[in-house]
């Protein structure tokens, strides 16, 4: 059973460019959340996807936004890349008619330089 | 607003002993607190949730304590075992079924020595 999927493990940016990260859902999981870590912190949620919709946004400036495919995959975008966006960058992906059970993905690592 | 805070960063306990990694939190509209642990290059590891109208859950190893005059909640590990040692993060949850959100706290770092 194939859990949630994330590319590319790793990733080295310019200040001022602009990313573009990947997610596939565990399989049979319709709802993609987003999340960032910075180093030696919790993960702090940016948004989550449901019906190829965003349903809800952390605190997160409009540099950050994504999307969900009708396979339910998401993407998340960063542009005008800033130092202080190096972090781990999760995805979550969840089925709510089970509960609050969500499977992160390995995440990630954005380096901004 | 740190919403879920985790006070220790770090623990170390002795192989066979209990480890304890505590939580506290400020927001009372959470329904559920879920504990997950995290080793390095991984994604966060779902390990046990309480719902909020419930103040013990246990799993294995694993029970998780809540106390909501307190607004604190704990992990107990028994016996810890050394491929316990990780990053063990506490979240609440927070939003109806399709709208939800997890709000973690800073983590612990928890040792488990032989």
């Known amino acids: 059973d194939a859990g949630v999927t994330q590319s590319p493990t790793h990733l080295i940016k310019t200040r001022g460019q602009q990313v573009t990260l990947r997610c596939s859902p565990k399989?049979?999981?319709?709802?993609v959340s987003w999340y960032q870590q910075a180093l030696g912190q919790g993960p702090q949620f940016i948004f989550q996807y449901y019906e190829e919709e965003e349903r809800q946004r952390g605190n997160f400036p409009d540099r950050f936004s994504g999307h969900q495919f009708p396979n339910y995959s998401s993407e998340l975008n960063v542009n005008a890349l800033l130092l202080g966006d190096s972090a781990l960058y999760l995805c979550?992906?969840?089925?709510?008619?089970?509960?609050?059970?969500?499977?992160f993905g390995s995440g990630t690592r954005l380096t901004v330089v | 607003d740190q919403q879920v805070k985790q006070n220790s960063p770090s623990l170390s306990v002795q192989e066979g002993r209990i480890s304890i990694l505590n939580c506290d939190y400020t927001?009372?509209?959470?329904?559920?607190f879920l504990w997950y642990k995290k080793y390095p290059a991984e994604g966060p590891t779902f390990l046990i949730s309480?719902?909020?109208?419930?103040d013990k859950n246990e799993d294995g190893r694993f029970t998780v304590f809540l106390n909501k005059s307190a607004k604190h909640l704990s992990l107990h590990i028994v016996p810890s075992q050394p491929g316990d040692s990780a990053v063990y993060f506490c979240?609440?949850?927070?939003?109806?079924?399709?709208?939800?959100?997890?709000?973690f706290g800073q983590g612990t770092t928890l040792q488990v020595k032989p």
């Open positions: 399989s049979g999981h319709d709802t």
């Open positions: 979240a609440g949850h927070h939003g109806s079924s399709n709208t939800g959100k997890l709000i």
């Open positions: 309480i719902s909020s109208i419930k």
């Open positions: 979550a992906s969840s089925l709510p008619t089970l509960g609050i059970g969500y499977t």
């Open positions: 927001n009372s509209m959470f329904d559920y």
